[in-house]
């Protein structure tokens, strides 16, 4: 929890410092143990416990938007060029695969992730995607992050390279990580 609000803090710090900059933060918010209050309190894992796993999760998500929107605001003040780009490697973990989320960094349960019925597959690959261009102007954004860096590449610094096909692969299971499947398919089905 602290470590995540000083995170904020020194970015915000860093966004109005002149001169060119490539920064990249990675958060694991929201994410278990989910402990922050959406007000942004730290609470321990006893206290979290009380709540219900959606309070907890919707408390810390509503913390990571307003601190992420004020970081954003934060950038923008710069009044510099800037590309702002936001994505998350994961949807939450689905019901009935949840388990015990009480620990930090370990996986709830062991998971088929490619037997999981589509709606649930869905709800898990589903990320948050959003960029804003240094210019502001709107355009198409790739339906998955392998595109992002060429894409800024190509849009400001004159990459040559072309985008790669949008497709979506999940590991087989927790104790096979390396072992991906094409999902693709499924997750565009509607």
């Not at 995540?4 to 694991?28: D, I, N, T």
């Not at 590309?83 to 620990?103: C, K, M, N, Q, R």
């Not at 590449?153 to 040559?160: A, E, H, I, P, S």
Request: proline share 9%; net charge positive.
């Amino acid at each position: 929890c602290q470590r995540v609000q000083e995170k904020f803090s020194r970015l915000e710090a860093l966004a109005p410092e002149p001169g060119r900059k490539y920064v990249f933060a990675h958060f694991l918010l929201p994410h278990p143990p989910y402990v922050i209050t959406a007000s942004g309190q730290c609470r321990s894992r006893e206290e979290a416990l009380r709540a219900s796993r959606r309070d907890n999760y919707i408390g810390q998500l509503a913390y990571a938007n307003r601190a992420a929107l004020k970081l954003i605001d934060a950038i923008l003040a710069a009044r510099r060029p800037a590309v702002i780009l936001l994505h998350s490697d994961e949807g939450p973990w689905p019901e009935p695969y949840i388990g015990d989320e009480t620990a930090l960094g370990r996986d709830p349960v062991l998971v088929d992730w490619t037997a999981l019925p589509p709606d649930k597959l869905r709800e898990k690959m589903e990320i948050l995607l959003a960029m804003r261009f240094a210019d502001g102007r709107k355009r198409p954004l790739p339906s998955s992050p392998v595109n992002l860096y060429p894409l800024i590449l190509k849009t400001y610094f004159g990459g040559k390279g072309r985008l790669l096909p949008d497709r979506n692969f999940v590991f087989k299971a927790n104790r096979r990580l390396y072992e991906f499947h094409d999902v693709t398919r499924r997750l565009r089905k509607r």
